[in-house]
């Protein structure tokens, strides 16, 4: 019986094993001792594992799997009186930071010399490469923050949306292939 319905099951839920963003305990763990609590050696395992075949993936396809995967904020219970109760889930937010460099190297090695390209803007290619991993911007909005056109801002986000959908792609697809050899999904 496997432990999981989906390869994006099993990764959303060892991507977030621990966090305040953690998903419930796993089918084995249910079975074997549903007394045990979600901190079980058991579960620890089980996210290990799925953590380690994410791993064996590659860099951007590990990048792409956690940015999809990954709860965007973590709870906070700090007490200032600043704590809006929430803060950033720094494990998302180093894998946009990875994957916006990706991007970049993928994008200057696509240019040929003396062609013409699109300018280079560091915040847009970030706020674009989250975008497509969930946060919500508007185009319109990203385009007056950076201080460009719109069609600037849509030009840019369709070479990177094509950029990442392929990595991401693939990456799902190794990491089925990983989990079903093990036996976690179907």
Same mark, same amino acid.
Request: glycine share 8%; charged share 25%; net charge positive.
């Given at each position: 019986?496997?432990?999981?319905?989906?390869?994006?099951?099993?990764?959303?839920?060892?991507?977030?094993?621990? $966090?305040?963003?953690?998903? %419930?305990?796993?089918?084995?763990?249910?079975?074997?001792?549903?007394?045990? @609590?979600?901190?079980?050696?058991?579960?620890?395992?089980?996210?290990?594992?799925?953590?380690?075949?994410?791993? *064996?993936?590659?860099?951007?396809?590990?990048?792409?799997?956690?940015?999809?995967?990954?709860?965007? =904020?973590?709870?906070?219970?700090?007490?200032?009186?600043?704590?809006?109760?929430?803060?950033?889930?720094?494990?998302?937010?180093?894998? #946009?930071?990875?994957?916006?460099?990706? #991007?970049? =190297?993928?994008?200057?090695? %696509? =240019?040929?010399? *003396?062609?013409?390209?699109?300018?280079?803007?560091?915040?847009? =290619?970030?706020?674009?490469?989250?975008?497509?991993? @969930?946060?919500?911007?508007?185009?319109? %909005?990203?385009?007056?923050?950076?201080?460009? #056109?719109?069609?600037?801002?849509?030009?840019?986000?369709?070479?990177? $949306?094509?950029?990442?959908?392929?990595? %991401? @792609?693939?990456?799902?697809?190794?990491?089925?292939?990983?989990?079903?050899?093990? *036996?976690?999904?179907?």
């Amino acid at each position: 019986m496997p432990l999981f319905k989906s390869a994006n099951s099993a990764v959303r839920w060892a991507i977030n094993y621990g $966090t305040d963003g953690h998903i %419930e305990r796993s089918a084995m763990n249910k079975l074997s001792n549903p007394s045990v @609590g979600a901190d079980s050696e058991l579960e620890q395992g089980q996210a290990g594992a799925i953590l380690a075949m994410i791993k *064996g993936t590659g860099e951007f396809h590990e990048a792409c799997l956690v940015a999809r995967s990954a709860v965007h =904020r973590t709870s906070c219970a700090c007490g200032a009186p600043c704590c809006s109760k929430s803060k950033p889930n720094w494990i998302w937010h180093e894998s #946009v930071n990875y994957i916006t460099m990706e #991007v970049k =190297r993928l994008i200057d090695s %696509e =240019r040929r010399d *003396g062609t013409r390209g699109a300018t280079d803007n560091p915040a847009m =290619r970030r706020a674009l490469v989250a975008k497509f991993f @969930g946060e919500r911007i508007r185009i319109n %909005e990203l385009a007056k923050a950076c201080e460009v #056109v719109e069609a600037t801002v849509a030009t840019h986000h369709g070479k990177i $949306t094509k950029i990442i959908k392929k990595t %991401e @792609g693939s990456a799902w697809e190794l990491i089925e292939e990983r989990l079903r050899l093990a *036996g976690l999904i179907d």
